[in-house]
């Protein structure tokens, strides 16, 4: 269960990434804001923002 859980962050983590780039109009490869103002904006750990933005990249989102 606590994997499903890790797993449901990491998920919902993706999402305001996704759209700080859009907004921001950051092309693959750009510069991300830093990795602690982001997650003071979205309330998140560094451990799940760092696997929502290795996902991304996976993907090539990033």
């Known amino acids: ?3 499903k859980q890790r797993v449901r962050h990491r998920d919902e983590a ?3 990434i996704e759209c700080c780039l859009r ?3 950051i092309p693959p490869h ?3 804001p830093a990795e602690r103002e982001m997650c003071e904006m979205w309330g ?3 451990t799940t923002l760092r696997a ?3 996902r991304l990249t996976e993907t090539g989102s990033l």
Request: aromatic letters at 0%.
């Open 44 to 46: 998140l750990n560094r």
């Open 14 to 16: 993706v999402e305001p």
């Open 52 to 54: 929502a933005i290795r």
């Open 30 to 32: 750009g510069k991300l």
């Open 23 to 25: 907004t921001n109009d």
């Open 1 to 3: 269960m606590e994997q």
